[in-house]
């Protein structure tokens, strides 16, 4: 079956840093990956896509990576700031990833 | 605002009672979820609806059921609610099937068994 899963369950990082929260998966037929956000106590939000056919997809301070030769999708935030702090999760197929911790540090 | 609305947040039941959650959205969407997401956990798809169709996760316990009367309401009725069932219970939609558009999710219905 489908296997989703995150490198680093914890990043903390400095407000103004820029951050990287990354993504494994094992489903080479997969062919749209969404970055979503979760803050405490509400649903997650959608932050960014990229499909197959694109290794690069950039938003406002954010930019997602796809590797598929490796199976491996990046988020990158840029000038991280405290509002930022939350739960991310890659999603591919019908799952989502284990999920990584943001914090920001002030 | 067009949104996915989930009632009530706040659901406490009893051991074996069974409790109904409530989810509405006014995106007019063909797809419904319901995901169930433990602490420091990913939420985990349970079943979901395109359109009228139900499409059930193999492994989503049969105390688990759900009802699509109409495109704006879906239900997830839990028969016989166990410990283990206590959670967050996510309703999502989107326009198509998941690997094609993204899903708006509502804020979730965290459900206590006493």
């Known amino acids: 079956g489908e296997s989703v899963g995150l490198h680093l369950p914890t990043l903390s990082v400095q407000e103004g840093d820029n951050s990287i929260i990354n993504c494994a998966y094992s489903?080479?037929?997969?062919?749209?990956f969404i970055w979503y956000k979760q803050e405490s106590g509400k649903g997650p939000q959608f932050i960014i896509d990229?499909?197959?056919?694109?290794d690069k997809r950039q938003g406002q301070r954010v930019t997602v990576l796809l590797n598929k030769t490796v199976k491996h999708l990046s988020l990158q935030i840029a000038a991280t700031q405290p509002g930022d702090s939350a739960v991310y999760f890659c999603?591919?197929?019908?799952?989502f990833g284990a999920g990584t911790r943001l914090t920001v540090k002030p | 605002d067009a949104m996915v609305i989930q009632n009530p947040r706040y659901q406490v039941t009893q051991f074996g009672k069974p409790v109904t959650l409530s989810c509405s959205q006014t995106?007019?969407?063909?797809?419904m979820y319901w995901y169930q997401q433990k602490s420091s956990q990913a939420p985990k798809l349970l079943f979901h609806?395109?359109?009228?169709?139900?499409?059930n996760e193999a492994d989503t316990p049969d105390n688990f059921q759900s009802r699509r009367p109409n495109t704006s309401f879906c239900f997830l009725d839990i028969r016989s609610p166990g410990l283990g069932d206590a959670a967050m219970y996510l309703c999502?939609?989107?326009?198509?099937?998941?690997?094609?558009?993204?899903?708006?999710f509502g804020p979730g219905t965290r459900l206590t068994v006493l």
């Open positions: 609806y395109y359109d009228k169709d139900f499409n």
């Open positions: 999603y591919t197929g019908m799952r």
């Open positions: 990229i499909r197959s056919n694109m």
């Open positions: 995106l007019n969407h063909n797809v």
């Open positions: 999502a939609t989107s326009r198509e099937r998941t690997g094609v558009s993204e899903q708006f």
């Open positions: 489903n080479s037929a997969s062919d749209y």
